[in-house]
């Protein structure tokens, strides 16, 4: 059975090129093998890695995680080499979809596991590396995520024999060696290097220059990679020259790594040069370019970097005219324009309709001006950390399963950080709360006293949600039948001032 559904899944390349009319079939075929990889007695899913690397491409990571490890489940000895093979596979599309805590800390297990076995010991400094990317492009924990870098570099440095490491794993030794250095790499072009460091990255770069000549992938991220080195030693020319160089010979099959890295490049470039319209507008290209080809892991180490160059951008400015900034360079308009890119069921118009919402209420409830403004923003950007959820996960039909959910209470979270690297942290507080409820029902902390504020948003949510058509599994419902869903939570979910506030901004609507 898989042949067909590869032979259906090859005519797309990213999530991009699967419309409405695609996505029912898509997402029948990815449930459907789902539910196969979860019956106990089955055989082995044919074809299960390539199937799963074929998920991620299309903007389905946590599905091609779920598969493996299912896959992984099948092999019960925990001494299986296939059960670790389909684990390591699992976790490599995991990294590059979006790791949760709970994936964070059974990473942590493994190793445990792996560090008492001799058998399973080619695992290990794969397994430290993946933990590393973990610490160091979604946690920003650039310390721990060098000393796990470092180890995993010594402890694969050890195997003395490439074959029994490829017949192990399934990986190339040369590569993996290849693959950890370039991460280890392009972690200390993020942080202030000391002589040491700074002696090991240029010792690390000469290494790889010359191991990956034979390796396309693994020279377009040497090369990403060296231009930022330049960047971050004020080498400006260089590092335009490598872009250049990355432009002209890249084949097209990596275009969706290599462009939005040489637009992310391009950007750290013009804006070192204080050339900010140009920074601005590539970096902006660059954030479009990784969200449109489903890179979730690039998405994040750029959106990160994105939001770095406008912090910076705006760190002598004061409150009002830094959000101005961000508004007419098109930052805001960048952010509403990938959600609704993204989620197809609460896109733009949800972001703007909740803030339409939100700003009536706040007008019944008398807010000052300054505290309207704060809300208006507020709740224009409170799902704005669903950015960092991965394509599949916003848009599937199917009910969520405990993996889906704790990634979709992370965008309070992940929405809260965007806010507050843009020194926004009013409107952060507020975002990180606008799923919490009164009697402590809500997430991600289950706190009972959110403000009056985060409420305001709270429930200007879960209104437009529920009345607005693209809902994801019922009909929209009216307006009264809203109201008196609501009425019937006031003093326990939400807080009365804010349901008497809704119940007159409706009649402006
Ligand atoms: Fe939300
Ligand atoms: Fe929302």
């Known amino acids: 059975m898989p042949k067909p559904i590869l032979a259906y899944l090859e005519q797309f390349r990213t999530p991009a090129d699967i419309n409405r009319h695609h996505f029912t079939r898509v997402a029948e075929i990815i449930e459907n093998l789902l539910s196969i990889a979860r019956e106990k007695r089955r055989e082995p899913i044919p074809d299960a890695i390539t199937i799963a690397r074929k998920f991620r491409d299309i903007g389905a990571p946590m599905e091609a995680y779920k598969l493996l490890k299912a896959e992984s489940d099948y092999y019960g000895d925990n001494n299986s080499i296939e059960k670790w093979r389909c684990r390591f596979f699992a976790y490599g599309v995991v990294n590059i979809g979006h790791p949760t805590e709970s994936i964070r800390l059974e990473l942590e297990a493994h190793v ?41 570099q010594q402890l694969i440095k050890k195997i003395t024999s490439k074959n029994k490491f490829k017949s192990t794993t399934g990986l190339d030794y040369d590569l993996a060696v290849n693959m950890i250095m370039n991460n280890y790499v392009e972690l200390l ?64 099959k990596y275009s969706r790594h290599s462009l939005p890295a040489v637009n992310k490049i ?37 959106l990160f970097t ?33 959600l609704s890119y993204k989620d197809w069921h609460l896109g733009a118009e949800h972001s703007i309709n909740v803030a339409h919402l939100a700003r009536l209420i706040t007008e019944q409830l008398h807010f000052s001006e300054s505290n309207k403004q704060l809300i208006n923003l507020a709740s224009l950007l409170h799902d704005v950390g669903k950015i960092m959820i991965p394509w599949y996960t916003l848009n599937k039909v199917t009910p969520l399963d405990d993996l889906d959910w704790e990634l979709f209470r992370d965008h309070t979270i992940e929405g809260c950080r965007i806010l507050k690297k843009l020194g926004l942290d009013a409107e952060a507080e507020i975002v990180l709360r606008h799923h919490e409820r009164i009697d402590g029902s809500g997430y991600p902390h289950g706190i009972t006293n959110p403000s009056i504020k985060a409420q305001i948003i709270a429930l200007s949510d879960v209104f437009d949600a529920a009345t607005s058509t693209g809902r994801r599994y019922r009909d929209a419902k009216s307006t009264r039948e809203m109201v008196s869903e609501i009425e019937r939570k006031e003093g326990h979910r939400f807080h009365p001032t804010v349901v008497k506030g809704l119940k007159k901004a409706i009649s402006f609507l």
């Open 112 to 152: 445990r596991v792996l560090r008492k076995s001799d058998q399973l010991m080619c695992f290990l400094p794969l397994f430290l590396n993946f933990i590393g990317n973990i610490e160091h492009v979604y946690k920003e924990r650039y310390d721990r995520a060098e000393q796990l870098y470092s180890d995993a």
């Open 189 to 252: 072009t993020h942080i202030d290097r000391n002589k040491l460091q700074d002696k090991d990255l240029v010792t690390m770069l000469r290494v790889l220059a010359r191991r990956t000549r034979q390796n396309e992938y693994g020279h377009l991220l040497f090369r990403i990679n060296m231009a930022r080195a330049d960047i971050s030693r004020g080498d400006l020319t260089n590092a335009s020259a490598i872009v250049d160089e990355i432009i002209k010979y890249t084949p097209d």
């Open 266 to 302: 391009k950007a750290l470039i013009h804006t070192e040069k204080g050339e900010i319209t140009e920074g601005v507008r590539y970096a902006l290209d660059a954030f479009s370019n990784s969200a449109y080809y489903g890179n979730s892991l690039e998405e994040t180490d750029i």
């Open 306 to 338: 994105l939001l770095n160059i406008f912090k910076e951008l705006s760190k002598d400015i004061k409150k009002n005219a830094k959000i101005d900034f961000f508004r007419n360079s098109g930052l805001i308009d960048a952010f509403i324009r990938i």
